[in-house]
C-alpha cells in the first residue's frame, strides 16, 4: 500500500505510518505540496491531506478531470473545527476522518476510504454507460421515424432495416442512426 | 447582537468583508461578525454547505456548480449579492511573453501570437504549455479559455490547465514550472512588481463590468433574520471601499496578514483601476452572468446538456435582495444597463 500524505509537517506522516503498522508492503510518503509529477512517479493508492490544506482545490480538479488514474482522497479536520468532520461525513460532502489524526483510526477509515472510492468510480461509470444508452435508444428511435416517414415502413420493419445496415456495416446501431439522420439534414439542406 | 462566521480567502476583492468589519459596518446592523480566513475553494465550499460557515466571500461560478451538483454532491446555495466585478487577469512569464511578435498589445493580437507559439511548438514535437487557474468553477478558467479558444487553441490538445492556490502561483511562474497564471488581485500584480511576467489580459478588458466573486450562503440562508442586515452592511461597506480617499486606507487595511498578508503597494493599483464594489450597480449579481457561465460550463463539459439553467439561474441568483438592501440602506437603486459586451463583441440578454 502507497499513501501520500500531503502535509508541511512531518509528524502526521508519521501517524499514518504508525497506524498503518503492519501493511506490507507499506510505503508512506510526506510531501509538504502537492506535486502533480511527483504523484505520477510515486503512484500511491490513497492520498491523505488535511481539510483546510491549500492542495485541496488541485486535487479537487484532479479528481472532475477525469484523471487517467484517479485516487481516493481522505481530509482529516482538525480538533479547531469542532463538529465540522461529522457534519461533511453526513452531508457526504466528503470522507473526511474526525477529530485530527489517531493511528488506531488510521487504517480502518483509510480502508473505508478506498472501498467507498472504488464503489464511487464504478458507479459513475455505470451512469455514464447507462446515459450514453439512453442517448443512443433517442437517436435510434429518431431514425425509425425518419424511415417510417419516408419509406413508408411499419416500425418494425424501420428497425430491422437499421439493424441489418448496422449488421452489414459492422458498425453499432447508434452510430449508423446517427448517420443517417445526418445524411438526411444534408439532403434537406440543414447543415449545407 | 446576533452571531455570524463569514470565511474569505486572501484576496483583494475580500474587500468588503474586512471594510464591513473594520469600520463597523456589522457592528451598525447589530452583527458580531467573526470572519475566518480559509485555505481553498473547497472549503468555504464545503464549511457553507454544512454550515460550519453561515456565508462566504465564493467564485461566482461555484455557487451555481455547487448547486447543480456539478463535481460533487448537489449543495443548493444562493447568490444574494455581488461582491466586485472585474479584478481577474492572465500574466504570463518572461520566457512565453518574449515569444509574442513585437507590438502584440490587444486582447486578438496577444492571443493570434500565443496560438501560433503553441502550434510550433506542437509541430515540433515540444510539450504543450502550461497555464493555472484559481478553481474549475470560476471567472478564471472560463476567461482563459475562450480567449485562447478564439484564437484556435485547442484546450484540450494544445495546453495543459493546473488548479494552483493563488500566492503558490507567482513562485510557479518564478520556476518555469507554469508559462502563465490567470489569478484575481493582488497576485498579478505581485508577480509583475517581482519581474515575473507581464500582463496580457486582464478581466476588464475581456468582459468590462464582469462577473467575478459574489456573497454566497447555503439556500436555507435565505429565510435567516440575518440575511438582511448581512446585506445592509456589505452594501455600505461596498461604498466605503469604492470612495477614492479611501483607497489607501483599504490596501493597508487588506495587507494585514490575517486578511491578504500582500504589500499594500501590491494592492493598491487594482483598486480603483480595476476592481469596481459599488459603482454601476456592481453589487448586483447580475442574471446576464450567471447566463453566461452555464454556456461556459455546458461548452467545457461541467454540466449536462439536459440541465435546467433558467431553474438553476432563479434559484441561485438573487439580485432582488441586493437591491432591496441598496434601497433600504438609502444608497439607491443603480439603473441597470445592459451588461457590455465581450472583448470579442459578443452580447448578452437576459433571455
Known amino acids: 500500500m502507497r499513501v501520500l500524505v500531503i502535509d508541511p509537517d512531518p509528524a502526521r506522516a508519521a501517524l499514518v505510518a504508525e497506524g498503518l503498522d503492519g501493511v506490507d508492503p507499506l510505503e508512506v510518503r510526506q510531501s509538504a505540496q502537492f506535486d502533480a509529477a511527483e504523484a505520477a512517479s510515486f503512484s500511491p493508492d490513497i492520498i491523505v491531506v488535511a481539510c483546510d490544506s491549500a492542495d485541496r482545490d488541485t486535487l479537487e480538479s484532479l479528481r472532475e478531470a477525469g484523471e487517467t488514474n484517479p485516487r481516493p482522497v481522505v481530509m482529516f479536520a482538525d480538533r479547531s473545527e469542532p463538529g465540522l468532520a461529522e457534519q461533511a461525513i453526513r452531508a457526504g460532502v466528503a470522507a473526511y476522518i474526525v477529530d485530527g489524526l489517531a493511528p488506531a483510526r488510521v487504517r480502518p477509515i483509510l480502508e473505508v476510504a478506498m472501498t467507498r472510492f472504488s464503489l464511487m468510480q464504478q458507479l459513475r461509470g455505470d451512469l455514464a454507460k447507462a446515459k450514453a444508452n439512453l442517448e443512443s435508444r433517442k437517436v435510434v428511435d429518431r431514425a425509425k421515424g425518419l424511415l417510417m416517414k419516408e419509406r413508408g415502413l411499419d416500425e418494425d420493419a424501420a428497425y430491422k432495416l437499421l439493424r441489418k445496415l448496422a449488421m452489414d456495416t459492422g458498425r453499432p446501431l447508434g452510430a449508423v442512426a446517427t448517420d443517417l439522420l445526418a445524411f438526411a439534414g444534408v439532403l434537406k439542406g440543414d447543415a449545407s | 447582537m446576533s452571531s455570524l462566521t463569514l470565511g474569505f480567502i486572501p484576496l483583494t476583492d475580500c474587500a468588503p468583508l474586512v471594510a464591513a468589519e473594520a469600520k463597523g459596518f456589522f457592528a451598525g446592523e447589530g452583527l458580531d461578525v467573526t470572519l475566518s480566513r480559509e485555505a481553498s475553494w473547497a472549503t468555504i465550499r464545503d464549511k457553507v454547505t454544512v454550515g460550519a460557515l453561515d456565508a462566504a466571500h465564493m467564485l461566482a461560478p461555484m455557487a451555481l456548480a455547487a448547486t447543480a451538483g456539478a463535481g460533487g454532491p448537489v449543495a443548493p446555495m444562493i447568490a444574494p449579492l455581488a461582491l466586485a466585478v472585474n479584478g481577474a487577469g492572465v500574466t504570463l512569464s518572461n520566457r512565453l511573453s518574449l515569444a509574442l511578435p513585437a507590438g502584440a498589445e490587444s486582447l486578438q493580437e496577444i492571443a493570434a501570437g500565443l496560438a501560433a507559439f503553441i502550434g510550433q511548438r506542437r509541430a515540433a514535437g515540444e510539450p504543450p504549455l ?202 439607491g437603486a443603480p439603473v441597470l444597463v445592459n451588461p457590455a459586451p465581450l472583448f470579442d463583441g459578443t452580447t448578452f440578454d437576459a433571455g
Request: charged content about 25%; hydrophobic content about 45%.
Open chain 2, 130 to 331: 502550461t497555464f493555472a487557474v484559481v478553481f474549475t468553477y470560476s471567472m478564471h478558467n472560463y476567461a482563459l479559455r475562450y480567449w485562447l479558444a478564439e484564437a484556435g487553441v485547442d484546450l484540450d490538445r494544445d495546453v495543459r490547465l493546473v488548479v494552483t492556490p493563488p500566492p503558490r502561483m507567482v513562485e510557479q511562474l518564478r520556476t518555469g514550472q507554469v508559462d502563465g497564471v490567470c489569478v484575481g488581485a493582488p497576485w498579478n500584480t505581485v508577480a509583475t512588481r517581482g519581474g515575473l511576467g507581464r500582463v496580457a489580459l486582464r478581466t476588464s478588458q475581456f468582459w468590462p463590468g464582469g462577473p467575478d466573486k459574489v456573497l454566497g450562503a447555503r439556500a436555507e440562508f435565505a429565510d435567516d433574520d440575518r440575511l438582511a442586515p448581512l446585506l445592509r452592511a456589505l452594501v455600505r461597506a461596498q461604498a466605503w471601499c469604492d470612495v477614492a480617499d479611501n483607497r489607501d486606507e483599504l490596501a493597508a487595511l487588506l495587507a494585514q496578514p490575517e486578511y491578504v498578508g500582500a504589500a499594500a503597494e501590491a494592492i493598491r493599483p487594482a483598486l480603483g483601476e480595476e476592481l469596481i464594489f459599488h459603482r454601476e450597480g456592481a453589487c448586483v449579481p447580475r442574471l446576464e452572468h450567471a447566463q453566461w457561465f452555464l454556456t461556459q460550463m455546458r461548452r467545457w463539459k461541467q454540466v449536462d446538456g439536459d440541465l435546467d439553467a433558467q431553474a438553476l439561474i432563479a434559484s441561485v441568483y438573487r439580485p432582488a435582495l441586493a437591491l432591496e438592501a441598496l434601497g433600504t440602506t438609502g444608497l
